[in-house]
C-alpha cells in the first residue's frame, strides 16, 4: 500500500473519474457556459458577431419582448407561491400523519399518493385536461355531487383562473416528493426525544409544533429549494395543456414556454437562438440567485442537531 | 390501555385524512383507465362507473394501434432509458468511487464540480446542446438523447453513491489489495456487489425523469423513427383531440407500463428515499 501512494501518479484514478467527467464537462457544463456566451452575440448576415448586452437591452426595452419577459417572470412567482403555500403544507401534513406510531396502512398510503408523482407530464396534463372539461362533465358531476355545481366554470380556459388551476394540478402530481422526503426526516428522529417529550406531557399537535417541526426545518428547508429550482424550470406541464402559446392570452406563460418560443420560434414569430441564450441566461441568474440565497442565507440560519 | 382508547378518534381522523388524499391522488387514473374501456356514448352518458358488459368497448385501443406507430415509439424509449441508465450507474459509480476511496488533491473540488449540476438544470444549455449535435450530425439520433441523459444523471447518481461507497468497509478493500487484486478488480468485484441496493434506488431516481422528459426528444429528436414514447402520445393526442376513445386509450396505454414498474420497484425507491437521502 506504502508502495501504492508513493507512485508518482495513480492511473487509476484518472480511468475512475475520465468517463463521467467528460460527459458531464462536455454535454452539460460547456453547453451552459456557451449559452451563457451566446447571450452576447447576435447573427448578422449569418455570421455569430459579439454585440455585448444589446440582447439584453432588447430583452428589457423592446416592449413586445419586455412585456412577455415579465408576464412569464410574474406568472412563474406566482406558480412558485402556489408550490409553497400548498404543496409543501400539504406534503408535512401528509407526512405526519403517515408517521404517527402504529397506524396501519402506511404503505398503502404511500405507494398510492405518490402514483402522480411518476407519471409523465403529458399524462397528468390531457389527463386533468379531460376531467376539467366541460364537454366531457366529469368535474361539474363531481361538483353537483357536493352541491357546488355554480361554481363551475371552464377553469383551463379562463384567464384569471388557468394558471392557478395549471399550479395546483402540478402540486397534485409532486406532492409525493415533499411528502416522502419529510417522512424520512420524521422517521430519523430518535425514539427518545419524542419519548422525553411524552414524559413532559408534550404530546399530539403541540409535540408536533415544538419538537418534530424545529427538528425537520432543514428537510423543509431542501424541498423549497428544489421545488424553486423545478419550478423555474418548469415547462412541460403548460405545454401539454396549454401548447407553446401557453393560453389563453399568455396567462399561463412561463419562463420555460417563454424560451422554447423565443429559441424555436411559433407561429408568426421567427425562432432565435441568440435571444433564446438571453432567456436561458436571465433563468439562469435567477436559479442561481434562488440557490445563493439558500445557501448563503437560510441553510447557515437553520439549526442542525446532531444525535 | 387508556392512551390506546384516547388516539382512536385521532386514528381515525388521520385514516379518513389519507383515504381522501389517496382517492384524489388517483380519481384522474382511474377515471382515465375505466372510460378507455367504453364507448363514445357511455364515456359521455356515465363518465364515473365502470365498464359494464353493454358499454364495454375497446375501440379506442384499436384506434390506437391502428393510427399511431407507439410499438416504435415504446422501443425508442426502452433504448434510450435503458442505455442512459447503464451509462449513469457506471459511470458514476466508477467516479464515486474515485472520490469516496482516494485522496488526491482537488478531491473536494471534483465532487463539488460535480455536484453543481444537482442545483443547475441542463436544460438551460438547451441552445448550445442543439448547436452541439447539429455540428456532430447527431440531430434526430437516439445517441443524443443517451449522451444528454447520461449528462444529466450523473451529478445525482455520483452524489448518492459515494455516500453509499464511503459505508463500504475498509479491510475488506485492504484485503484485497494484500491479495493482490487491482483496483479495477475491487471496484468491479468487490464494492460494487456490496453497493447493489444503492444502485437499485440511483436506477430508479434516474429512470423515471428519463422516460417522462418531453423537452430533449421535442429539441433533439422530434423526427418520425425517432420519437420516444412521451412525444408520440403528445403528438398523437394533439392529432385526436376530439376521438375520446383513443386519447383516452392512449393516455391508459402510457400508464400502464409505468405504474407496473413502479409497482415492483416502488419498496426499493421509498427505502432509497428513506435512507439518507436527507442528510
Known amino acids: 500500500m506504502a508502495a501504492a501512494s508513493n507512485k508518482p501518479f495513480r492511473w487509476h484514478i484518472g480511468v475512475f473519474l475520465a468517463p463521467a467527467v467528460l460527459v458531464y464537462t462536455a454535454i452539460m457544463i460547456l453547453p451552459l457556459?456557451?449559452?451563457?456566451?451566446?447571450?452576447?452575440?447576435?447573427?448578422?448576415?449569418?455570421?455569430?458577431?459579439?454585440?455585448?448586452?444589446?440582447?439584453?437591452?432588447?430583452?428589457?426595452?423592446?416592449?413586445?419582448?419586455?412585456?412577455?419577459?415579465?408576464?412569464?417572470?410574474?406568472?412563474?412567482?406566482?406558480?412558485f407561491i402556489i408550490h409553497m403555500v400548498v404543496q409543501n403544507p400539504i406534503g408535512v401534513m401528509l407526512a405526519a400523519l403517515l408517521s404517527s406510531p402504529k397506524l396501519r396502512f402506511t404503505a398503502f398510503y404511500r405507494t398510492a399518493i405518490f402514483i402522480p408523482t411518476i407519471l409523465s407530464?403529458?399524462?397528468?396534463?390531457f389527463a386533468w385536461k379531460l376531467i376539467l372539461s366541460p364537454i366531457w362533465g366529469v368535474a361539474p358531476d363531481l361538483m353537483w355531487l357536493v352541491g357546488l355545481k355554480s361554481l363551475f366554470t371552464p377553469w383551463l380556459g379562463k384567464e384569471q383562473y388557468a394558471l392557478t388551476a395549471l399550479s395546483l394540478i402540478s402540486v397534485w402530481q409532486f406532492v409525493g416528493i415533499p411528502m416522502m422526503l419529510i417522512y424520512a426526516a420524521l422517521l430519523s428522529i430518535p425514539e427518545e426525544v419524542i419519548e422525553a417529550a411524552e414524559c413532559d406531557g408534550i404530546t399530539g399537535w403541540s409535540q408536533f409544533w415544538k419538537i418534530k417541526l424545529p427538528l425537520i426545518l432543514p428537510a423543509i428547508g431542501i424541498i423549497s429549494i428544489l421545488t424553486f429550482v423545478g419550478n423555474f424550470n418548469a415547462f412541460d406541464?403548460?405545454?401539454?395543456?396549454?401548447?407553446?402559446?401557453?393560453?389563453?392570452?399568455?396567462s399561463t406563460d412561463i419562463l420555460g414556454t417563454f424560451l422554447y418560443r423565443a429559441f424555436f420560434g411559433f407561429q408568426l414569430q421567427v425562432g432565435d437562438p441568440n435571444m433564446g441564450a438571453t432567456i436561458a441566461t436571465m433563468m439562469f441568474l435567477i436559479i442561481l440567485i434562488g440557490v445563493c440565497f439558500y445557501l448563503f442565507l437560510v441553510q447557515r440560519r437553520l439549526r442542525r442537531y446532531q444525535f | 390501555m387508556s392512551k390506546a382508547t384516547a388516539s382512536l378518534p385521532r386514528t381515525i381522523g388521520a385514516h379518513a385524512i389519507l383515504l381522501t388524499y389517496t382517492i384524489i391522488a388517483l380519481f384522474p387514473v382511474f377515471v382515465v383507465v375505466i372510460n378507455s374501456f367504453k364507448s363514445r356514448q357511455a364515456i359521455f352518458q356515465q363518465p364515473l362507473t365502470p365498464p359494464t358488459p353493454k358499454t364495454f368497448d375497446l375501440i379506442g385501443y384499436t384506434t390506437v394501434f391502428g393510427q399511431g406507430d407507439f410499438f416504435l415509439y415504446f422501443q425508442n424509449s426502452m433504448i434510450v432509458t435503458v442505455v442512459s441508465l447503464f451509462f449513469v450507474l457506471l459511470f458514476g459509480a466508477m467516479a464515486a468511487f474515485a472520490l469516496s476511496e482516494y485522496r488526491f488533491r482537488g478531491n473536494t473540488l471534483m465532487g463539488l464540480y460535480l455536484a453543481l449540476g444537482?442545483?443547475?438544470?441542463?436544460?438551460?444549455?438547451?441552445?448550445?446542446?442543439?448547436?452541439?449535435?447539429?455540428?456532430?450530425?447527431?440531430?434526430?439520433?437516439?445517441?443524443?438523447?443517451?449522451?444528454?441523459?447520461t449528462a444529466q444523471g450523473l451529478p445525482l447518481a455520483i452524489f448518492i453513491l459515494s455516500e453509499f461507497m464511503?459505508?463500504?468497509s475498509d479491510d475488506l478493500k485492504n484485503a484485497g489489495r494484500i491479495d493482490g487484486l487491482s483496483e479495477y478488480t475491487i471496484f468491479f468485484r468487490l464494492v460494487l456487489p456490496l453497493v447493489r441496493p444503492a444502485m437499485a434506488t440511483v436506477a430508479v431516481f434516474t429512470m423515471i425523469p428519463i422516460w417522462n422528459d418531453l423537452w430533449f426528444p421535442l429539441i433533439l429528436a422530434p423526427s418520425e423513427a425517432t420519437k420516444t414514447v412521451t412525444l408520440g402520445a403528445q403528438i398523437f393526442l394533439g392529432q385526436f383531440v376530439t376521438n375520446w376513445n383513443a386519447i383516452l386509450a392512449a393516455l391508459s396505454l402510457a400508464i400502464l407500463p409505468v405504474l407496473v414498474l413502479y409497482l415492483i420497484f416502488s419498496r426499493q425507491l421509498i427505502r432509497g428515499i428513506t435512507s439518507g437521502a436527507v442528510k
Not at chain 1, 58 to 76: I, R
Not at chain 2, 118 to 126: N, S, W
Open chain 1, 33 to 79: 457556459f456557451g449559452t451563457l456566451q451566446l447571450s452576447l452575440f447576435r447573427s448578422v448576415e449569418q455570421v455569430q458577431t459579439f454585440v455585448g448586452l444589446a440582447n439584453f437591452r432588447t430583452l428589457f426595452g423592446d416592449p413586445n419582448w419586455s412585456f412577455n419577459f415579465w408576464n412569464a417572470l410574474k406568472n412563474n412567482v406566482w406558480f
Open chain 2, 118 to 149: 444537482i442545483m443547475i438544470p441542463i436544460r438551460l444549455g438547451t441552445v448550445a446542446i442543439l448547436q452541439l449535435m447539429v455540428a456532430s450530425g447527431l440531430v434526430n439520433t437516439l445517441t443524443a438523447l443517451i449522451l444528454v441523459y
Open chain 1, 237 to 250: 406541464l403548460i405545454y401539454t395543456a396549454q401548447g407553446a402559446l401557453a393560453g389563453p392570452n399568455y
Open chain 1, 121 to 125: 407530464f403529458v399524462i397528468v396534463g
Open chain 2, 166 to 168: 464511503k459505508g463500504v
